[in-house]
């Protein structure tokens, strides 16, 4: 019986594109490129806000104004994943500040119409 053993660093294997809209994996929010191109479009930070009462997780694109003063904000950073434009941002905060669930999951989501807004259900 013959085995073959590699020496050296592996080849990593190919970035994926994202399976689901929109789901929580290792404390990151992840998003997937036809959620987040026509919202976010470039930029790579993104206003945050979670409303207690309704449980639910609003982003924003960092310049939209209305959004910053009608809610609590934080800025978010958005990293791009991937080649096919999936994003990711990084919730450790949010989730320890409010005590929510962070088990992996595929997340529930909304975006208003002729908004640049991305609501999710916890």
Request: overall charge negative; glycine content about 4%.
């Amino acid at each position: 019986m013959e085995k073959t053993i590699r020496v050296g660093n592996p080849q990593p294997s190919a970035p994926q594109p994202a399976t689901h809209p929109v789901s929580l994996r290792q404390q990151h929010l992840l998003i997937a490129a036809e959620v987040a191109t026509p919202l976010f479009g470039d930029i790579q930070q993104v206003l945050t806000a979670f409303d207690e009462a309704l449980k639910v997780l609003r982003l924003a694109r960092m310049d939209d104004m209305a959004f910053r003063d009608a809610h609590k904000t934080a800025l978010h950073m958005l990293k791009t994943r991937n080649p096919h434009g999936d994003r990711s941002v990084a919730l450790h905060d949010v989730l320890l500040d409010q005590g929510l669930d962070d088990t992996d999951r595929v997340l529930s989501y909304h975006c208003p119409e002729g908004t640049h807004t991305l609501e999710i259900s916890w």
